[in-house]
């Protein structure tokens, strides 16, 4: 029995050698800003609306590529009320990732809000990179 056991993680452990994967990290030290534009529905390309639509009631991150840009998407998923707002904190180059930084602000006290379901989201677009995007 204890030889089945060491051969059943000796498979394993070599199955996770040969499979090649690996976790790369990124060190976190800001190289340069990125520029970037805030992209608005209806300038989106149409595809990505398509999927920005498929994901949007859940939690999502994503990247998309077309003619030389990259847009950067985060979706925060269904919000129970309007009024969110989502804030840029930072959108940089590391050795190797980009890093992309935002937070959703809920509406402020006292300021009237949709009482309907919202879905907020936030795309950027800047020049197409190699690198991935690592979101904060």
Do not use: W
Not at 4 to 26: D, W, Y
Not at 68 to 93: D, F, M, R
Not at 107 to 136: C, L, M, W
């Amino acid at each position: 029995m204890e030889r089945k056991i060491k051969a059943f993680i000796l498979t394993v452990v070599l199955g996770c050698v040969l499979c090649g994967c690996s976790i790369e990290e990124t060190n976190g030290m800001k190289i340069s800003d990125l520029e970037y534009t805030i992209v608005e529905e209806a300038d989106l390309p149409e595809e990505l609306k398509t999927q920005i639509e498929e994901k949007k009631a859940a939690d999502f991150k994503m990247t998309y590529e077309a003619e030389g840009e990259l847009y950067i998407v985060h979706g925060y998923g269904e919000q129970a009320t309007g009024g969110y707002s989502i804030c840029i904190k930072e959108l940089y180059l590391t050795s190797n990732a980009i890093l992309f930084h935002t937070e959703l602000i809920g509406p402020r006290k006292g300021e009237p809000a949709s009482q309907s379901p919202s879905y907020p989201y936030i795309v950027v677009k800047t020049d197409y990179r190699e690198e991935n995007v690592v979101f904060e």
